[in-house]
Nanobody
Framework: QVQVVESGGGLVQAGDSLRLSCTTSRRTSSNNGMAWFRQAPGKERELVAAISWNGGRTSYSASVQGRFTISKSGATMWLQMNSLQPEDTAVYYC????????????????WGQGTQVTVSA
């Protein structure tokens, strides 16, 4: 069973920064695309950012473009979040794609348990 573990969440104020990390137990994740999703209370889960297996391709949601940066090295992935806003409050999930790239939930096979990010005004 592949383990996917997120860390780095917390409570911050608007304008602060956080860096999320995702580690996996499967070395072959280095050959898979990965992504960060988030789900706020009462809302559907949404893609935040995705990265291809070799880090050569990235995609961001419009709401985080220019503020968040996704990166990957082997089977480890990070999400640098700057200028956080209250609307960024959500549980953030790390996901491993079934192949070298993915942006839709069905594209992803393994999911972490999530890490809470709370941004106060």
């Amino acid at each position: 069973q592949v383990q996917v573990v997120e860390s780095g969440g917390g409570l911050v104020q608007a304008g602060d920064s956080l860096r999320l990390s995702c580690t996996t137990s499967r070395r072959t994740s280095s050959n898979n695309g990965m992504a960060w999703f988030r789900q706020a209370p009462g809302k559907e889960r949404e893609l935040v950012a995705a990265i291809s297996w070799n880090g050569g391709r990235t995609s961001y949601s419009a709401s985080v473009q220019g503020r968040f940066t996704i990166s990957k090295s082997g089977a480890t992935m990070w999400l640098q979040m700057n200028s956080l806003q209250p609307e960024d409050t959500a549980v953030y999930y790390c996901a491993i794609a079934r192949s070298v790239w993915g942006v839709q939930s069905p594209d992803f096979r393994y999911w972490g348990q999530g890490t809470q990010v709370t941004v106060s005004a």
